[in-house]
């Protein structure tokens, strides 16, 4: 007759085997986290979740088993050991949030349709707008669809495959329009170069 294979994870897992660990944070972890998410509140999911939780169970687990001499008569000790661990690892996270929570408040309507601190005044957008003016008039049809992504924000990478270039052509035109503005506007050239 074979022996019991809880029993014997337990056994591992009194002498602090590693392995054992790992074998009863794979089996009980999906528990541990319901156990969890139970109790969050959507505050409380914005600052951490339940993996959190369970992972500083798990590594409070490794770094005190064999200290503690912790034995369990069965499975079920044990889950109800992990269970306690659990729910007391997440008051520590409500107490480490507490004043966070206090203090926020969520946005209202008001604070939604206020300009950001470092947004760009009228003065700024009107000299956006008009570089952006001068940037289409020096760029080549063909290439103002890079244009047009780098300033939605894209990156070169992305540029490349939604347009169907290498990522050195981008690079290429958009210096070349970088080195055509500055020769208009009477800058020096970008890279250090000089005018011709």
């Known amino acids: 007759m074979t022996a019991d294979p809880i029993a014997a994870v337990l056994e591992k897992l009194a002498s602090g085997d590693r392995a054992a660990v790992e074998q009863v944070f794979r089996a009980y972890e999906p528990y541990l986290r319901m156990v969890v998410r139970r109790r969050l509140s959507p ?5 951490f979740d339940s993996l959190d939780v369970v992972q500083s169970v798990w590594a409070h687990l490794l770094k005190g088993f064999c200290a503690a001499g912790c034995r369990f008569a069965d499975a079920g ?19 480490r949030h507490r004043r966070a929570f ?3 408040q969520p946005l209202t309507a008001d604070l939604l349709d206020a300009p950001a601190s470092g947004e760009a005044g009228p003065h700024a957008c009107a000299e956006a707008e008009e570089l952006w003016e001068q940037l289409l008039e ?7 669809e890079v244009l047009r992504l780098k300033r939605a924000g894209a990156l070169t990478g992305e540029v490349a495959a939604r347009t169907g270039l290498n990522e050195g052509s981008v690079r290429r035109i958009l ?3 970088s080195r055509r503005l500055a020769l208009r506007r009477g800058l020096p050239l970008p890279g250090g170069g000089r005018h011709a």
Not at 85 to 91: A, E, G, S, V
Request: charged share 30%; net charge positive; with cysteine.
């Open 43 to 47: 505050e409380m999911r914005a600052k």
């Open 175 to 177: 210096s070349t329009l």
């Open 138 to 144: 020096l760029c080549p049809p063909a290439h103002r």
């Open 102 to 104: 206090a203090n926020e």
């Open 77 to 95: 000790h044990l889950r109800a050991f992990l269970v306690q661990l659990t729910r007391h690892r997440f008051i520590d996270r409500l107490r």
